[in-house]
């Protein structure tokens, strides 16, 4: 439905914004390479470029995505400069930190959301748990012994972290923030971190059924169907372990709407691709169907008492 909607307003645009886009488009991928949220980036630019030509993904890194997203935000707003966003940078951030250098709904027009990804628990090898219980009754046994590792200081994946502490009871457990999933994983697979809290992607299973980390538990309702064998933190006792991502494409606000349709078109295209589907399922994602400004609004809703219980804070 919504890419015959995007198909008429495309009929209906005006002569000049048919030349849209007529040089290559940037995104913004706010975390490190090899996250979930640049993969999904990247995976948008493969199934989109067939319809809007060249796009080069920008890895721009740090504050938890904030970085990123506020270039974005201070972007000119036509078409040309968009943002891989996500949870975190369009919900955690604007509620956590004292002076948010953007407003999310102020300054961003969202393009499209992609894909809703729970996120999960991993432990390294060497770390001899099997479940999300046992590592609660381990860490408990030995307050300050052990860490988590997340993509940043203030990501969902830090808010994941904080969460596991508060239902396990109250864990004596260090942070370690990361500039992004991929070298945090690194570090586990390495030994040299006993746990970390990453969004679940292609790359984390395959680590985990090639034996080089183990995934407790997933943080979603349901198990994922990629993936059947592995349980939910809610089987293992932790209910309130619901922790979902979104990922989406915005631009800054105020890009017209005639250059919107055409990426929203675009968009829409990318995600009736059954090739496309596949692979964000493959990914350990649900590909998004819905209406995207009401999804957001729904998930920011539903967080701000949760950042707020936990006194989560972003600097």
């Known amino acids: 439905m919504r890419a015959v909607i995007f198909s008429l307003a495309l009929l209906a645009l005006p002569a000049g914004a048919q030349t849209f886009p007529d040089r290559p488009i940037r995104l913004v991928v706010p975390f490190a390479p090899g996250g979930e949220t640049d993969l999904m980036g990247r995976m948008w630019a493969k199934y989109a470029a067939p319809h809007l030509g060249a796009i080069v993904v920008e890895n721009k890194a740090g504050a938890g995505g904030a970085i990123g997203a506020a270039e974005v935000a201070r972007s000119a707003a036509d078409g040309y400069t968009l943002l891989a966003g996500t949870t975190t940078t369009q919900i955690i951030n604007p509620a956590a ?42 860490v408990r046994a030995n307050p300050g012994r052990y860490a988590y590792g997340s993509a940043g200081p203030g990501t969902i994946t830090n808010l994941t972290g904080e969460l596991f502490k508060q239902q396990a009871g109250g864990l004596d457990m260090q942070h370690v923030p990361y500039k992004g999933a991929g070298p945090g994983l690194q570090d586990v697979m390495g030994g040299h971190l006993p746990v970390f809290t990453p969004i679940m992607s292609a790359s984390v299973l395959a ?43 915005f631009a800054p606000a105020g890009t017209p709407r005639e250059v919107l349709a055409v990426l929203q078109q675009a968009t829409a295209k990318a995600l009736a691709d059954e090739d496309f589907r596949r692979e964000v399922e493959n990914a350990g994602a649900q590909p998004f169907s819905g209406n995207d400004d009401a999804f957001i609004r729904d998930e920011a809703a539903r967080w701000a008492p949760i950042v707020k219980s936990l006194g989560f804070k972003v600097q």
Do not use: W
């Open 97 to 138: 930190m004292a002076s948010p250098p953007y407003d999310p709904v102020k300054d961003f027009a969202a393009v499209g959301v992609l894909s809703v990804t729970p996120t999960c628990i991993v432990v390294s090898p060497g770390l001899r748990v099997s479940s999300l219980q046992e590592l609660a009754s381990l």
């Open 207 to 249: 680590q985990h059924r090639a034996g080089r980390l183990r995934i407790l538990a997933v943080n979603s309702d349901a198990r994922l169907r990629a993936a059947p064998e592995i349980p939910t933190a809610t089987e293992a006792g932790m209910p309130g372990m619901r922790v979902q991502v979104f990922n989406a494409i």
